[in-house]
């Protein structure tokens, strides 16, 4: 399997645009995590997905933030509009569901956002 | 709520040990991992134990368990310069589906 995959690696923009980050879990994986890093806040959750469901989107930062998982495969993570300060590297994780709470999460490589 | 907390940073010898401490809160935990960061990369698993264990050793890691004081640690033997990394811990709750929180992360320095 190749892992998690995301795309893209490294974007830039500048404020007010829009941007779309993408993220194909492992197959078979039924748990899907979008988490952000910075220097200042560390690993942040902002969203988990069950089988393509929403469970917890407490972390989202704000409305401008959203985030789909259309089917198994695929999710996207959306700014709009994009702030300086939305500048991170973008994780996205799977996993498989656990009856034990054991839980290995498999991580992406990240996508380095930088917004102008 | 859950806390994991960590020191920001560690800085060993090529040859020595490092032990990187961790604390949590939430008494309900019921895994703890470490998970290692390289430069550039996404967090990787890198070992972990489960709550009604004290210690567990593979190859140059050991974690130790302190379920009282709610303390993790983490010992790498002969520390090298691939180790230089940031190091995750985390834990994992019986009820809370297949969440984990996170540390801050622990910057290990290996300097040769």
């Known amino acids: 399997d190749a892992g998690v995959i995301q795309s893209p690696r490294h974007e830039v923009t500048e404020m007010g645009q829009e941007v779309t980050l993408r993220c194909k879990p492992i197959s078979g994986h039924d748990y899907l995590f979008w988490y952000r890093q910075t220097m200042m806040r560390g690993l942040e959750l902002l969203i988990y997905f069950n089988n393509n469901v929403p469970i917890d989107d407490s972390g989202m930062p704000e409305d401008r933030f959203s985030a789909k998982m259309p089917n198994a495969s695929f999710s996207t993570l959306k700014i709009q509009p994009s702030e300086p300060r939305d500048s991170a590297v973008y994780f996205c994780?799977?996993?498989?569901?656990?009856?034990?709470?054991?839980?290995?999460?498999?991580f992406g490589p990240g996508t380095r956002l930088t917004v102008l | 709520g859950e806390d994991v907390e960590q020191s920001l940073f560690l800085s060993v010898r090529e040859g020595d040990s490092s032990v990187i401490n961790c604390t949590y809160t939430?008494?309900?935990?019921?895994?703890l991992y470490w998970y290692k960061q390289e430069p550039g990369a996404g967090l990787q698993l890198l070992t972990y134990i489960f709550s009604n264990m004290d210690m567990k050793q593979d190859q140059r890691l050991t974690v130790l368990l302190n379920k009282k004081d709610k303390h993790l640690s983490l010992r790498i033997a002969d520390t090298q310069t691939g180790d230089s990394a940031i190091y995750f811990c985390?834990?994992?709750?019986?009820?809370?589906?297949?969440?984990?929180?996170f540390g801050g992360g622990t910057r290990l320095m290996v300097k040769p």
């Open positions: 994780a799977s996993s498989l569901p656990t009856g034990g709470s054991y839980n290995e999460q498999f």
């Open positions: 985390a834990e994992s709750i019986g009820n809370a589906g297949n969440m984990l929180t």
């Open positions: 939430d008494s309900s935990s019921t895994y």
